[in-house]
């Protein structure tokens, strides 16, 4: 069973993942206007991730007989300054995001929920990869100054990403 709070609490956070759906798929789109449909590859896995991510909580809610409760997705960013903005607000983003994994954490945690903590470990371990590749993408992105030439290397680079679904 799961205590009332870590329900709702288990609740957000698979909001809290379609909405980081939402968000990459506003900057495949951004990338598709420009052209750079590698870049849109980029964030449309991204996006793939961020599902698997929302419907693994969908599952283990279901799994502990709670009740999952759809709430309305906030509107994500839909205008950005530049490509290399995009990265940026990614990695802040994924950054964000590990502090509301750790925030759920600290819940189970508090409230004494063993198979929270263990579920949620996977989230944790998650985030590090996340925000690593994050990183990574933004970096490349600031080496090649978010223009140019480099920008069609990038973006043919990116176009290579795919979606493999982890381990569950
Ligand atoms: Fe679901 Fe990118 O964190």
Do not use: C
Not at 41 to 60: G, L, R
């Amino acid at each position: 069973m799961l205590s009332n709070k870590l329900q709702s609490e288990l609740n957000k956070q698979m909001n809290n993942e379609f909405f980081s759906e939402y968000e990459y798929l506003s900057m495949a789109a951004y990338f598709h206007g420009m052209n750079l449909d590698g870049m849109a590859n980029y964030f449309h896995v991204q996006a793939q991730e961020e599902h698997f991510h929302a419907m693994k909580i969908f599952h283990y809610i279901i799994d502990k007989g709670g009740k999952v409760e759809l709430q309305q997705i906030a509107k994500p960013d839909v205008d950005f300054a530049s490509p290399i903005t995009v990265f940026e607000k990614a990695l802040e983003h994924e950054k964000k995001v590990t502090k509301s994994i750790n925030d759920l954490m600290d819940v189970a945690i508090k409230e004494n929920d063993h198979a929270v903590n263990s579920f949620l470990k996977w989230y944790v371990d998650e985030q590090v990869e996340e925000e690593a590749s994050a990183s990574k993408a933004l970096g490349k992105m600031q080496l090649i100054g978010g223009k140019g030439e480099g920008l069609l290397m990038l973006d043919q680079e990116f176009a290579q990403r795919t979606f493999v679904a982890p381990a569950a």
